[in-house]
Every structure is written in structure tokens, then in C-alpha cells.
């Protein structure tokens, strides 16, 4: 992987942007390409000139040229951005999918992009990529899978081979979400019926006691649920290939099918009183809730 001159970036949300800025900022001669459907967003296209990286007005133009491109777009988009940027592909160009989706999608997108001549590579973002960026571990699978580490490796990512197979990194990838984004939940949930109690404070202490390493009496509960108001349509997208995942192999989705409402239901709650997350910086869970219930 000695030849990569360009890349591609499939979707400037909040990991494509960090990718976008941080890969141009410390390969400066490495030509950067972005293409995100919003192409007549003022905010997206202001991304795209904060992090030095030219915005390209379609898939084609997008991917013409680039030796790797970067697919990160929500769940729901992710298998229509593997059919779109295959119509376009030429043999032998990698396509990174970074897309928290069910192994069987995977294996969906791995058939329309092979089928185009291209690689296909099963991408697992394993943690936030705020604060890490770059270096947030990934897990790889796929065809090829070896030569490609190396050179995002060399490239200052985080990323380890896990398995030739595509979905294995995923399957990884999925049934760790029905922990973290169930806790989410769970912990928003809880919360909020002990805030309506007014025992809040007896009920983190209560979970400090049980659990003192987490930090239930100082930031976690903060965070657990700011990620839900900072991402809850993402996450509970997220949440449905999840419940795919376990359809898949036949265990009943019991608590992640509930995952999905309550991260869905948050900000939805939120968008129907006109409120944005940056609206709550700092971030506060009992302010929040109380706005919620106002």
C-alpha cells in the first residue's frame, strides 16, 4: 500500500469530519475527497473547507482516483452508499466500511462492492472517536485485510487484523452495543423516574455503592445520557441492526428492541421542543430531564 496519493470520504457527520481533518492535517500532500448527500448544506460544506479537503458533488467524482475510500454514514445509509459508490468503482479500490451494522449488511455491502472489482473491508469503530480520533481502535476483517491495516496503521490510526471473514468484527461490534447503548438507556430511564421521585441522589449513591469504579457519583451518569441527546437518531439506528444481529442467529432482541425506543424517543423528545443538544452544553442529565418534562 505504498501508492495511496488520494482518498475518499463518504459522509461528513462527526467521524468523517474528524477523519477528514485530522488525515489532512498530518499527511498535508495526501489528496482528500469528501462527499456527503447534504451536498447543498451550507454547514456541511463549511466542514469540508474548515478541514482542507475538497467537497465533491457526487459519488463519481468522489471516488475517481482514490485508492481508499472511507464509507461513514449513518446505519440506514450505509448499504445504499455501498451500491452507490460500487456503480462507480474500479477494479481494485478499497472500500472501508465503517458503518455500525448488522454482519449480514455487511455481507451485503462486501457483494455489491466485490462485485465491482473493489475490496471490501469490515470496519468496527470499537469506541467514540472523540477523544481519541485517529487512534480509536478498529477492528478489521475482510479480504487484503492485512495490507490495508498496515497502511492505516502507518497512517496514525489505531487498527488490528481480527479475522479474514467479513462480519466477525461487526458481530463484535453489535453485541458490545447491546451493552453500551442499553446501559444508556437503562440509565436514562432509571434516572428520570428517581428525578420524578425526588430519591435521585439516594439511587446514584445506591449504584456507587454496587458499581464504585464507574463513577455513578460524579460524571458517568452525565455521560451515559449525553449520548443519547448528542446522538440518539444515530444510536438507535444503530440499535436496529443490532436487533437484525440477534434475529440473525436466533436470540430474541428483548432489551435492545426497548434500546431502540428509549434512544429513538429521547431525541425525539428533544427536536418537538425546538431544543439542540448544543442548547444543553454543559451538559446536565437532571436539567435535561427537567426540560423534558416541562
Given at each position: 500500500m505504498n501508492n495511496v496519493t488520494r482518498i475518499t470520504l463518504i459522509g461528513l457527520g462527526e467521524v468523517g469530519t474528524i477523519l477528514a481533518t485530522d488525515l489532512k492535517k498530518q499527511h498535508p500532500a495526501l489528496d482528500v475527497a469528501a462527499f456527503d448527500k447534504q451536498t447543498d448544506s451550507p454547514v456541511i460544506r463549511q466542514r469540508a473547507r474548515d478541514a482542507g479537503v475538497s467537497f465533491a458533488l457526487s459519488v463519481e467524482d468522489a471516488v475517481k482516483n482514490s485508492q481508499i475510500i472511507f464509507s461513514a454514514v449513518t446505519a440506514a445509509e450505509a448499504l445504499k452508499v455501498a451500491g452507490a459508490v460500487a456503480r462507480h468503482l474500479a477494479p481494485g479500490q478499497f472500500f472501508l466500511d465503517l458503518n455500525s451494522v448488522s454482519p449480514h449488511t455487511k455481507r451485503e455491502a462486501m457483494a455489491l462492492i466485490e462485485q465491482a472489482g473493489g475490496n471490501y473491508i469490515d470496519v468496527a469503530v470499537m469506541a467514540p472517536y472523540p477523544p481519541a480520533r485517529l487512534k480509536t481502535p478498529l477492528l478489521l476483517g475482510g479480504t487484503h485485510v492485512y495490507a490495508i491495516s498496515e497502511w492505516l496503521n502507518e497512517t496514525g490510526f489505531n487498527s488490528n487484523v481480527h479475522s479474514n471473514t467479513v462480519g466477525e468484527a461487526s458481530a463484535i461490534k453489535?453485541?458490545?452495543?447491546?451493552?453500551?447503548?442499553?446501559?444508556?438507556?437503562?440509565?436514562?430511564?432509571?434516572?428520570?423516574?428517581?428525578?420524578?421521585?425526588?430519591?435521585?441522589?439516594?439511587?446514584?449513591a445506591s449504584l456507587h455503592a454496587s458499581f464504585p469504579s464507574l463513577g455513578w457519583n460524579a460524571q458517568f451518569p452525565h455521560y451515559l445520557i449525553s449520548r443519547i441527546a448528542e446522538h440518539g437518531k444515530r444510536r438507535a439506528e444503530e440499535m436496529r441492526e443490532v436487533v437484525k444481529t440477534l434475529e440473525d442467529v436466533g436470540v430474541a432482541p428483548n432489551m435492545s428492541s426497548g434500546t431502540?425506543?428509549?434512544?429513538?424517543?429521547?431525541?425525539?423528545?428533544?427536536?418537538?421542543?425546538?431544543?439542540?443538544?448544543?442548547?444543553?452544553?454543559?451538559?446536565?442529565?437532571?436539567?435535561t430531564v427537567d426540560l423534558l418534562r416541562k
Open positions: 453489535m453485541c458490545r452495543s447491546v451493552m453500551i447503548k442499553g446501559l444508556e438507556a437503562l440509565t436514562a430511564e432509571c434516572l428520570s423516574a428517581a428525578r420524578q421521585y425526588g430519591v435521585e441522589q439516594e439511587v446514584l431502540v425506543l428509549a434512544q429513538q424517543w429521547m431525541v425525539d423528545a428533544l427536536g418537538s421542543k425546538g431544543i439542540r443538544y448544543t442548547d444543553l452544553e454543559p451538559f446536565d442529565w437532571g436539567k
